[in-house]
T-cell receptor, first 114, second 114 residues
Framework: DAKTTQPPSMDCAEGRAANLPCNHS???????VYWYRQIHSQGPQYIIH???NNETNEMASLIITEDRKSSTLILPHATLRDTAVYYC???????????????FGTGTRLTIIP | GAGVSQSPSNKVTEKGKDVELRCDPI?????LYWYRQRLGQGLEFLIY????????KSGLPSDRFSAERTGESVSTLTIQRTQQEDSAVYLC????????????FGPGTRLTVT
């Protein structure tokens, strides 16, 4: 898996947009960007993934730069329940890669401030 | 719909006893994964199943650990002769099929070996 770099921690005011950056300068053409988060004492939760186009779902938006070397996860209206460690992972997607296990780095600890 | 469920949620056992941990994946998900997370640490991959077969058991830490899956559904992780270093949260995840698709995690089983 390509290496990712994330800031170790961030704060965001409740109700504001939380923007979490991730650098993945060595990403390969067949690798997707995935985001997961882990709320304290819970299992990791899948958030979103993308290849090169921006993506949006009910949880978040993912903005990927044109050169694909970095991305930003956006939580549009952060709530206290969004306090968690957020992990950016890059890996191929599909059935021919044999790379099943998820490898989480250290992630970004996001704290939402009331 | 129903997510991944695990039981028990908490297990306290004495050193040397055997334990069985259960995982019920999302219905229709053919791939199933077991991970371990020690306190304050990242996820360690243990094993994954495609259907009832386990193509990758490389993460099982010793021969005291075994896992099986039946009916392409429920999986059990068995730890024999538990040791204190086995204390951790054991997480199960499932995905639609193998091949680096998004994984959906259960809440985990917290195992404490006294």
């Amino acid at each position: 898996d390509a290496k990712t770099t994330q800031p170790p921690s961030m704060d965001c005011a409740e109700g504001r947009a939380a923007n979490l950056p991730c650098n993945h300068s060595t990403i390969s053409g067949n690798e997707y960007v995935y985001w997961y988060r882990q709320i304290h004492s819970q299992g990791p939760q899948y958030i979103i993934h993308g290849l090169k186009n921006n993506e949006t779902n009910e949880m978040a938006s993912l903005i990927i730069t044109e050169d694909r070397k970095s991305s930003t996860l956006i939580l549009p209206h952060a709530t206290l329940r969004d306090t968690a460690v957020y992990y950016c992972i890059v890996r191929p997607r599909g059935s021919n890669f044999g790379n099943e296990k998820l490898t989480f780095g250290t992630g970004t600890r996001l704290t939402i401030i009331p | 719909g129903a997510g991944v469920s695990q039981s028990p949620s908490n297990k306290v056992t004495e050193k040397g006893k055997d334990v069985e941990l259960r995982c019920d994946p999302i219905s229709g998900h053919t791939a199933l994964y077991w991970y371990r997370q020690r306190l304050g640490q990242g996820l360690e991959f243990l094993i994954y199943f495609q259907g009832n077969s386990a193509p990758d058991k490389s993460g099982l830490p010793s021969d005291r650990f075994s896992a099986e899956r039946t009916g392409e559904s429920v999986s059990t992780l068995t730890i024999q002769r538990t040791q204190q270093e086995d204390s951790a949260v054991y997480l199960c995840a499932s995905s639609l099929r193998q091949g680096s698709y998004e994984q959906y995690f259960g809440p985990g089983t917290r195992l404490t070996v006294t």
